[in-house]
T-cell receptor
Framework: GDSVTQMEGPVTLSEEACLTI???????????LFWYVQYPGEGLQLLLK?????DKGSNKGFEATYRKETTSFHLEKGSVQVSDSAVYFC?????????????FGKGTRLSVIA | GAVVSQHPSWVICKSGTSVKIECRSL??????MFWYRQFPKQSLMLMAT?????????EQGVEKDKFLINHASLTLSTLTVTSAHPEDSSFYIC????????????FGPGTRLTVT
């Protein structure tokens, strides 16, 4: 079945360090790919998305490129801030109609220290 | 803009009582909504798919008689935890699809349930 695998956390970085959170997927078709962020005590917010191969999603300094050849969608940021501390979820959706739930990775907790 | 709200944001109840959690789509209609459960420091676990005007579809292992889902209108789905026990304490999150599945979903802010 469809699945998402993302790197285990927690990840602890100093402010202004570079961030990469790896995400790979297994899917029978051509999924849309997403990164969601969850701040402490809150629900999930869409961080960025990509709907086809070679698309690059970007938002708030974060980027991820849909790599079909490696079935990956790694999240990157060049300089993290303390406010980036959160849990990050990689997810996919095969259904263009949206009537099926997202398939989530297990989440990666990021802590950024000043 | 389009958002999903949940009410209450947190609730504490005594063991044996029932708790209702509301999930509303604001400024858009949602014929389908999803209910997730999240344990501390873990990922989201899909509990059920809520369908407007019909019965919910539950995931394997989720007790449908314990977690009652009603999707009575195009903007409201409710999850009722019946005869709650301490092991039902968790963070419950609902979501609704955007206009296209390729755009992802809108997530509610979550409801933290504590059963004492």
């Amino acid at each position: 079945g469809d699945s998402v695998t993302q790197m285990e956390g927690p990840v602890t970085l100093s402010e202004e360090a570079c961030l990469t959170i790896n995400c790979t997927y297994t899917a029978t078709g051509y999924p849309s790919l997403f990164w969601y962020v969850q701040y402490p005590g809150e629900g999930l917010q869409l961080l960025l998305k990509a709907t086809k191969a070679d698309d690059k999603g970007s938002n708030k300094g974060f980027e991820a490129t849909y790599r079909k050849e490696t079935t990956s969608f790694h999240l990157e940021k060049g300089s993290v801030q303390v406010s980036d501390s959160a849990v990050y979820f990689c997810a996919l959706n095969l259904d263009a109609s949206g009537n099926t739930p997202l398939v989530f990775g297990k989440g990666t907790r990021l802590s950024v220290i000043a | 803009g389009a958002v999903v709200s949940q009410h209450p944001s947190w609730v504490i109840c005594k063991s044996g009582t029932s708790v209702k959690i509301e999930c509303r789509s604001l400024d858009f209609q949602a014929t389908t909504m999803f209910w997730y459960r999240q344990f501390p420091k873990q990922s989201l676990m899909l509990m059920a798919t809520s369908n407007e005007g019909s019965k919910a579809t539950y995931e394997q292992g989720v007790e449908k008689d314990k977690f009652l889902i009603n999707h009575a209108s195009l903007t409201l789905s409710t999850l009722t935890v019946t005869s709650a026990h301490p092991e039902d304490s968790s963070f419950y999150i609902c979501s609704a699809p955007r206009t296209s599945g390729r755009l992802g979903q809108y997530f509610g802010p979550g409801t933290r349930l504590t059963v004492t």
